[in-house]
């Protein structure tokens, strides 16, 4: 009884004539806006974190930007501008026409993982477990950071070669980990490579070191570690008992017979290193967000976690077309790297004649150039001139280095282009000539 009595006043409380209803929007519209007051315990609080504070814009996204607002010729960002392989893009296809369009397995789809695994002992004489060591994300730019963030502690340093790609510097910091650099230093010969001194390095190595992040073939320099660098690196990780984090993603683009080495194939590395590759730049779809780490278990187990959480998978019908790349025959990847050969000898004869100093690259698609001949203030001046009054884009130095002045007579170029868009960007650079 008593229940059915407090429901009846309920409902004459919850159903007002439509009279009072229209009087009360009216004294609503009347009455001031509420005066909100801070908390006294509370004042003063700044809503972004310490971390992000210190970040910058990507300078290389950033470029492109800037190539499409000016109408340049675009070779900052590592993108190619041709089509991707025909059988990858069939693959894809059938995946989303067959329904896998549903979340993958949070770690990767099997038939990835077990493609990888296989090219893995194909490509590295490495033996690895699909099911315990391979991590699928989105992107090998995911694969750094979940694997960052799966190792670190704060206090924990991560050395870095610099110049160095730029998402590392970063990635460390998001991770809590301080990045400590090392110089790589440009040939100072024709044809010469690009060296680091190995004291330096050793002094960078100390207690608190937990990882070495090392990209070779390398962006931007194109530098490929030999096997004595990688063995000496090698040395100091087992020494220090630090982990190698290393960025394998133009594993397939050598010149001139250059040799990659996965620093995980070394005697005493298969413990602690983790191999991270992709997608992109293999098979040139840099859009579609497929990247792995592959680590032993326990490290694997913690980079999944993290992976987890971040993103919960790769796209699923993307990983089964991933399984179709990694399925090519060698000649795709032979054609792949004569490909960029004919690339980077179309750019670079026109880069030597507009006046900058080349860097020749023995990997990747990058040639980092010197600019000192044109008597600009710095690099971002120049690369600004060059994309607003010559009309082409490439990336400031700078932004690959932790001290602004270390690149400030550097700009890199991407030749990642077709013949047609390599023609234009002569043409225009021809222009440096005519000042
Ligand atoms: C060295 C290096 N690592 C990673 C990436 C990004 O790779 P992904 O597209 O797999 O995230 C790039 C792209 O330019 C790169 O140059």
Request: hydrophobic share 40%.
């Given at each position: ?5 407090s429901g009846?006043?309920?409902?004459i409380?919850?159903a007002?004539?439509?009279v ?8 609503r519209r009347?009455?001031?806006?509420p ?5 006294p315990a509370?004042p003063g609080?700044?809503?972004?974190s310490?971390k992000?504070?210190h970040?910058?814009?990507s300078?290389?996204?950033e470029?492109t930007?800037q190539?499409m ?8 960002q590592?993108?190619?501008d041709?089509?991707?392989p ?5 693959a894809?296809?059938?995946?989303v026409a ?7 397995i ?6 990835l ?6 090219q893995?002992?194909?490509?590295q004489?490495?033996?690895v ?16 950071i979940?694997t960052?963030?799966?190792?670190c502690n ?10 160095f790609?730029?998402?590392?510097g970063p990635?460390?910091?998001l991770?809590g ?5 090392v110089k790589?230093r440009p040939?100072?010969?024709d044809g010469g ?10 002094r ?9 992040i ?6 931007p ?10 063995e000496l690196?090698r040395?100091?990780c087992?020494?220090?008992?630090v ?5 394998e993603?133009?594993e ?21 290193t983790?191999?991270?590759?992709g997608m992109?730049k293999t098979y040139s779809?840099?859009g579609?967000r497929?990247?792995w780490?592959?680590a032993?278990e326990?490290?694997?187990?913690a980079?999944r976690?993290?992976?987890?959480f971040?993103?919960?998978g790769?796209?699923?019908?993307l ?5 179709a790349?990694l399925?090519l ?5 032979a054609?792949?790297?004569e490909?960029?050969r004919v690339?980077?000898?179309h750019?670079m004869?026109a880069?030597?004649a ?5 860097f020749r690259?023995r ?5 980092m ?8 203030k ?5 690369a600004k001139?060059?994309v607003?009054?010559i009309?082409v884009a490439?990336?400031?130095g700078s932004s690959?280095y932790?001290d602004?002045?270390?690149g ?5 170029f ?6 047609e868009?390599?023609?234009e960007?002569?043409r225009?650079?021809?222009k440096l000539?005519?000042?």
């Amino acid at each position: 009884m008593a229940n059915r009595t407090s429901g009846k006043r309920k409902k004459i409380e919850k159903a007002p004539s439509r009279v009072s209803r229209k009087s009360s929007r009216q004294e609503r519209r009347k009455s001031p806006p509420p005066v909100l007051i801070a908390h006294p315990a509370a004042p003063g609080k700044h809503f972004l974190s310490d971390k992000v504070s210190h970040f910058t814009e990507s300078v290389i996204r950033e470029m492109t930007r800037q190539a499409m607002l000016y109408g340049a010729v675009n070779l900052a960002q590592g993108f190619p501008d041709f089509s991707a392989p025909a059988e990858i893009k069939q693959a894809a296809q059938q995946a989303v026409a067959a329904d896998v369009n549903q979340y993958a397995i949070t770690w990767g789809a099997e038939n990835l993982r077990n493609a990888i695994a296989r090219q893995m002992g194909v490509w590295q004489g490495i033996t690895v477990d699909p099911e315990k060591e391979i991590t699928v994300c989105c992107g090998s730019t995911e694969a750094m950071i979940s694997t960052l963030l799966a190792v670190c502690n704060a206090g924990d340093e991560v050395v870095i070669f610099e110049p160095f790609y730029e998402n590392y510097g970063p990635d460390s910091v998001l991770s809590g980990a301080k990045p400590k650099f090392v110089k790589l230093r440009p040939p100072t010969k024709d044809g010469g490579e690009w060296t680091f001194d190995e004291k330096e390095l050793r002094r960078a190595f100390d207690k608190h070191t937990k990882a070495i992040i090392l990209n070779t073939p390398n962006n931007p320099t194109g530098k490929v570690f030999t096997r004595t660098e990688l063995e000496l690196i090698r040395d100091l990780c087992v020494e220090f008992d630090v982990l190698a984090i290393t960025d394998e993603i133009y594993e397939h683009i050598l010149y001139e017979g250059t040799e990659h080495i996965s620093m995980v194939s070394l005697d005493g590395m298969r413990e602690r290193t983790v191999t991270i590759n992709g997608m992109s730049k293999t098979y040139s779809v840099t859009g579609w967000r497929v990247g792995w780490a592959v680590a032993p278990e326990k490290i694997t187990n913690a980079i999944r976690k993290v992976h987890d959480f971040l993103t919960v998978g790769a796209p699923a019908p993307l990983q089964e077309a991933g399984a179709a790349a990694l399925s090519l025959p060698a000649e795709y990847y032979a054609k792949l790297a004569e490909g960029y050969r004919v690339r980077r000898d179309h750019l670079m004869p026109a880069l030597t004649a507009a006046g900058f100093k080349c860097f020749r690259p023995r990997g990747a698609y990058y040639v980092m150039t010197d600019i000192s001949a044109f008597g600009f203030k710095d690099d971002v001046s120049f690369a600004k001139y060059l994309v607003q009054e010559i009309g082409v884009a490439c990336v400031p130095g700078s932004s690959f280095y932790r001290d602004p002045r270390d690149g400030a007579r550097q700009v890199r170029f991407a030749f990642c282009k077709k013949p047609e868009t390599l023609d234009e960007a002569a043409r225009r650079l021809a222009k440096l000539q005519e000042r």
